[in-house]
């Protein structure tokens, strides 16, 4: 089934030691989006890709810092992870054509990141 | 205030009763609603997706948005303990840019 990968589905880390978050679609799915979630709250955007177009959300923090090498794949690097980065991370897609369903996103089971 | 304002709950429901789910909005430039259903440590999977106001039905789910009051909802006939999850309301505008913003989601538990 075609689908939202996200690798590993539990990362724990130190403070301070980087991590990479992986993402892979079969969907084909030209848009390709990671979010934080925290307990309880909205997933907040933190960048997309448009094809290859980076787009960043104004306030997502530097320590984070993403890659898609190709259609398929993207990452998500945070620098130097803190406590308050402790969160789910989803990597979600969306198909292209038609602008009414531009906007559907389809999301990965998320990545749960502890930061001891 | 926040763009989209959504009860978090929880709500606690007997199986087989009717489940109202809400979402109010601030920003009538919003078009593309859609609800997510998230089960516990898992990624929110789509459910239903409506464009403007009127309602769309879906087996026991029925979506419904009034543009005028900047109120959608989503109701879940015949609930089941499978049912229990986090539902998340979504909303996209293109007006100025593509934007969608997600309501922090209302917890809902049926019980057996």
């Known amino acids: 089934d075609a689908m939202v990968i996200q690798n590993p589905r539990y990362q724990v880390t130190q403070f301070g030691k980087p991590v990479t978050l992986s993402c892979s679609q079969t969907l084909n799915h030209n848009v390709m989006y990671w979010y934080q979630q925290k307990s309880s709250q909205a997933p907040k955007l933190l960048f997309h890709y448009y094809d290859k177009d980076f787009n960043n959300e104004a306030d997502t923090p530097d320590n984070f810092q993403s890659r898609r090498p190709n259609t398929s794949f993207c990452f998500l690097d945070i620098r130097s992870p803190g406590l308050g980065d402790a969160a789910m991370y989803l990597c979600?897609?969306?198909?292209?054509?038609?602008?009414?369903?531009?906007?559907?996103?389809?999301f990965g089971a998320g990545t749960r990141l502890s930061v001891l | 205030q926040k763009e989209v304002e959504q009860d978090p709950g929880p709500l606690s429901v007997p199986e087989g009763a009717i489940v109202s789910l809400n979402c109010t909005y601030s920003?009538?430039?919003?078009?593309?609603f859609m609800w997510y259903r998230q089960y516990s440590r898992k990624g929110p999977e789509l459910l239903m997706y409506t464009y403007s106001s009127g309602n769309k039905e879906d087996g026991r789910f029925t979506a419904q948005v009034d543009k005028s009051s900047k109120y959608i909802s989503l109701f879940i006939r015949d609930s089941q303990p499978s049912d229990s999850a986090t539902y998340l309301c979504?909303?996209?505008?293109?007006?100025?840019?593509?934007?969608?913003?997600f309501g922090a989601g209302t917890r809902l538990f049926v019980k057996a």
């Open positions: 920003n009538s430039a919003f078009q593309y």
């Open positions: 979600a897609t969306s198909r292209p054509g038609l602008a009414e369903t531009k906007n559907i996103q389809y």
């Open positions: 979504a909303m996209t505008t293109f007006t100025g840019g593509f934007k969608t913003i």
